[in-house]
């Protein structure tokens, strides 16, 4: 068994945060990663993805993004990024492990169970983030399609489905914008959409949303709940005729209240008013080449994708008895860290969805953490 002063388990984003604020402090840790990379979540995403994220509310602790980089900064110019990032502060992550446990010992050590490893510490910091896992809902008939079926995860490009009919399943974020991929790539994209969906430009009257999102952050709730809903009236609208209704609550609630992140616009919705993207209700059936809405529409397809979001899979990693106490109904965990006794030691950075952004989230959380580790 190896003994670290702190361990750090992922190496994305937020483990980076983590251990590049530590190295920053020459403090100790250990920074293990499940694949041979850094960084391995956003290397596996599609190619047109970008931040939707200003470059300067989303760089990393101490270290900025190139000046040469683009406002919103590309899939693979942050992955560059986080090379550049372990080089300059000089941090080896562990690679090829795997972590299948974590537990609390007798002896009162937080026990890290890879599999080919064992290493334990005081202090364990879990950054395995809350997409980790690929949700494939129960889709009446879905495995009798004789068309592609594959989820978000797995989709690269648009060129592939060029001159076919695509449904995607799902308007998040990342179905909002690989209907627009397909759309830009020649296929015919439908989304299939279940319930309200709030919707926010990403670049309002020119500028970029978010820097004028962290300034309302500052203000009451009533306030940027009042702009946030004016805002969304005078740059997108109403589209309930184009089959998208707009929820009675705006977009800053729904991340304080609900935890769900609204769809931020790249062009999807120019695509839909314009008759190029269409829109479906939820799936009542899939056939071998057609699929069933609710509303009894029945339209034929050649592929469908699956832009049904993730799973944070925390509650196979840790022991039962720390799940019970550490994740809230959907998996995710209720903060930061836990002051109770049995959980002293543990936290975790990555799962939170601010209103100003996950990663300038993951920058200013990973401050708290590390000033909170590095108290002893």
């Given at each position: 068994?190896?003994?670290?002063?702190?361990?750090?388990?992922?190496?994305?984003?937020?483990?980076?945060?983590?251990?590049?604020?530590?190295?920053?402090?020459?403090?100790?840790?250990?920074?293990?990663?499940?694949?041979?990379?850094?960084?391995?979540?956003?290397?596996?995403?599609?190619?047109?993805?970008?931040?939707?994220?200003?470059?300067?509310?989303?760089?990393?602790?101490?270290?900025?993004?190139?000046?040469?980089?683009?406002?919103?900064?590309?899939?693979?110019?942050?992955?560059?990024?986080?090379?550049?990032?372990?080089?300059?502060?000089?941090?080896?992550?562990?690679?090829?492990?795997?972590?299948?446990?974590?537990?609390?010992?007798?002896?009162?050590?937080?026990?890290?169970?890879?599999?080919?490893?064992?290493?334990?510490?005081?202090?364990?910091?879990?950054?395995?983030?809350?997409?980790?896992?690929?949700?494939?809902?129960?889709?009446?008939?879905?495995?009798?399609?004789?068309?592609?079926?594959?989820?978000?995860?797995?989709?690269?490009?648009?060129?592939?489905?060029?001159?076919?009919?695509?449904?995607?399943?799902?308007?998040?974020?990342?179905?909002?914008?690989?209907?627009?991929?397909?759309?830009?790539?020649?296929?015919?994209?439908?989304?299939?959409?279940?319930?309200?969906?709030?919707?926010?430009?990403?670049?309002?009257?020119?500028?970029?949303?978010?820097?004028?999102?962290?300034?309302?952050?500052?203000?009451?709730?009533?306030?940027?709940?009042?702009?946030?809903?004016?805002?969304?009236?005078?740059?997108?609208?109403?589209?309930?005729?184009?089959?998208?209704?707009?929820?009675?609550?705006?977009?800053?609630?729904?991340?304080?209240?609900?935890?769900?992140?609204?769809?931020?616009?790249?062009?999807?919705?120019?695509?839909?008013?314009?008759?190029?993207?269409?829109?479906?209700?939820?799936?009542?059936q899939v056939n071998p080449n057609s699929v069933i809405f609710t509303d009894g529409r029945e339209d034929p397809f050649d592929a469908i994708i699956l832009a049904t979001g993730y799973r944070t899979g925390l509650a196979e990693l840790l022991a039962p008895e720390i799940s019970r106490k550490i994740l809230n109904e959907k998996g995710y965990p209720r903060g930061l860290w836990d002051t109770s006794p049995a959980l002293k030691g543990l936290y975790f950075l990555g799962f939170a969805?601010?209103?100003?952004?996950?990663?300038?989230?993951?920058?200013?959380?990973?401050?708290?953490?590390?000033?909170?580790?590095?108290?002893?």
């Open positions: 068994m190896t003994i670290s002063t702190t361990i750090i388990i992922g190496a994305g984003p937020a483990g980076l945060a983590v251990a590049g604020r530590l190295a920053k402090l020459g403090q100790p840790f250990m920074l293990l990663e499940a694949t041979d990379s850094v960084g391995a979540a956003w290397r596996q995403h599609y190619d047109r993805l970008c931040l939707h994220t200003v470059k300067e509310e989303s760089a990393l602790p101490h270290l900025p993004y190139p000046a040469h980089y683009p406002t919103y900064v590309s899939r693979n110019q942050l992955v560059t990024y986080l090379e550049q990032y372990i080089a300059h502060f000089g941090i080896k992550p562990l690679y090829n492990q795997y972590v299948l446990l974590l537990e609390r010992t007798q002896n009162g050590h937080w026990q890290v169970t890879t599999k080919t490893h064992t290493f334990a510490s005081d202090k364990v910091v879990v950054c395995t983030g809350y997409n980790r896992v690929p949700y494939r809902p129960d889709i009446p008939g879905l495995e009798g399609f004789r068309g592609l079926v594959v989820h978000s995860r797995d989709y690269k490009t648009g060129a592939m489905f060029r001159g076919q009919r695509a449904l995607v399943v799902g308007m998040g974020n990342t179905g909002a914008e690989l209907a627009l991929d397909l759309q830009e790539q020649g296929a015919f994209p439908t989304i299939s959409v279940r319930g309200p969906v709030n919707i926010v430009k990403r670049d309002t009257f020119g500028r970029p949303a978010q820097p004028s999102a962290i300034k309302l952050s500052k203000m009451p709730n009533w306030f940027y709940d009042f702009a946030a809903r004016l805002s969304q009236r005078l740059t997108v609208g109403d589209l309930s005729r184009y089959g998208l209704i707009t929820p009675p609550y705006p977009s800053s609630y729904q991340i304080r209240v609900l935890g769900k992140i609204p769809v931020i616009d790249l062009g999807t919705v120019d695509q839909i008013k314009a008759g190029t993207i269409a829109v479906r209700p939820g799936i009542k969805l601010p209103l100003t952004g996950i990663l300038r989230g993951i920058r200013l959380d990973s401050e708290r953490i590390v000033e909170e580790l590095t108290k002893s």
